[in-house]
């Protein structure tokens, strides 16, 4: 089984920007790649599709490759389950933002049948899937989730994973609570160094303060 993990290593994080700054973004999208990888590596062989050269953990790989979201999987879905004549091979698609991701909510993708396994974000996006058939096209554009739903349901079965920490991305200010309470390790003790829990108005909503 194949795992991609595709992270944005130039400009990561760009809507953290009203509570992070530029070398935090990197920082903490770091920090969230590591979880995903520590998450990921029971799965099988892991690669990081990074925009630029990326230092990881010596259980993952790094391919630098600049292209857009949807060719970047379009092509690890050709050359791991496209392949004319060859053994074909389940390929996983992570995004590397999912700082909740455990190897058992991964486990639990990857056990659920179906040619095209999609695992909907909130705001209707894709934040993993499991690809079986070289016949699946991606567009991580707008609403993904119904357009892979759809593209998917063209060519073979659908599967759908309700999962809290898979569902969860990081990619709003109010998104680090979840991340501070519930992410791994090196995701929550980043958090944990700048920022504390408190309860921001008379409704009882919890944010994150700097310290």
């Known amino acids: ?9 130039t400009t990561p994080k760009t809507r953290l920007a009203p509570v992070l700054d530029a070398d935090e973004r990197d920082a903490f999208a770091r920090c969230m790649l590591r979880d995903v990888l520590a998450a990921a590596a029971p799965l099988g062989a892991v690669e ?32 791991t389950v496209g392949a004319e004549g060859a053994e074909r091979h389940p390929l996983v698609v992570v995004m590397a933002d999912l700082a909740l991701a455990t190897p058992d909510a991964l486990t639990r993708l990857v056990d659920t049948d179906g040619d095209v396994v999609l695992v909907p974000g909130r705001g209707v996006g894709t934040n993993a899937l499991v690809v079986r ?43 680090l609570v979840e991340a501070f309470v519930h992410g791994g390790a090196s995701t929550r003790e980043w958090l944990a160094s700048r920022f504390e829990l408190v309860v921001g108005d008379d409704e009882g909503r919890v944010r994150l303060s700097r310290r």
């Not at 795992?3 to 944005?8: K, L, N, T």
């Not at 925009?51 to 050709?78: E, F, G, H, I, Y």
């Not at 567009?139 to 357009?147: A, C, I, N, P, Q």
């Open 133 to 175: 058939t070289p016949d699946f096209r991606t567009d991580f554009h707008g609403t993904s989730y119904l357009d892979h739903r759809e593209a998917a349901a063209a060519v073979g079965t659908v599967g759908t994973v309700d999962s809290f920490r898979l569902s969860t991305d990081v990619d709003e200010p109010a998104d």
């Open 48 to 79: 990081v599709v990074a925009t630029s050269p990326v230092d990881v953990d010596a259980s993952a790989s790094v391919r630098v490759d600049d292209a857009p979201l949807s060719a970047v999987v379009d092509r690890a879905v050709a050359e």
């Open 1 to 9: 089984m194949r795992v991609v993990v595709p992270f944005d290593a």
